[in-house]
């Protein structure tokens, strides 16, 4: 082979990755967009309002049906990227994100049809991630969340996000509860509960530095207190050392969070609680 046909072939590649790799960023932030227009269409109504809540959420859901088979493209259009990064357990991680996501907006809306959509996205997603990688996926979810808040300036994607990270924490943690032959268990069953406990913790807390970013002050804090009590569950469960420093830094984070909105006196009572709660504890 020439050198001049060598090099109309090298071209050829190059330019082949590089069209492959730009179709990918392309996919990814109409996605993004796309999803961003659709939490922000939900976002903006009245809480109060229960029948333009209910018909936005079914909007939503009709459009993730149209959006649902255009995510699969851009998982296939994401993949270079991935593989490229060398690890198929990234990408596991990567795409069951994706799924929980569907499965909780498609959750939002009254129709029959998207609660068994919302199901089956769910069940694919656990599929991919084991218990053991199920808190790892989570993280994932929470700093795309961040990501979104804090350099896409995208706030209502970002809260949509860490609501979807903080629901499917819940659901794991009822699963838990419901699992028969780890209840049994006396010394795996409370551990492994108090850890899926210290998990739901973190991302409530996450969700109301959200809140908290975005002006909804009353609902961060109760956010915050959210917090405090499943990591009290967390202790309960297993009294080890590690779970009381982390309560004891819930306990920090709200009372700050209570003083710096001017409720000083609750702030204190919340630090009062936190001495009673050690001092029993011993």
Known sequence: MSADKKSRLFLLCLGSVVAVFGLSAVFQIVMILSLNWCCEAYGKINPGDAADKKGAADDIARVIRVFSPALIVEQWARAPFLFFDGSLDTAKLEYAADDYLISYIQSLASEKENKESSLAWEEDADALV???RFSACMRLMSDRAAFYQYVLHLPY??????RCVVWQCRRALDELRRDVDLQKSADLGPAVEAEANLLLAEQINNLGDLYVAHGKYQIAERAYADAVASVESACRLDPIDYNYEVLESRYLIWSKYLARINKEEEARQVL?????????AG
């Open 157 to 162: 994607l970002a809260e949509t996000y860490q």
């Open 272 to 280: 009062e609680r936190m001495l009673t709660t050690f001092s029993w």
């Open 130 to 132: 084991p218990e053991l």
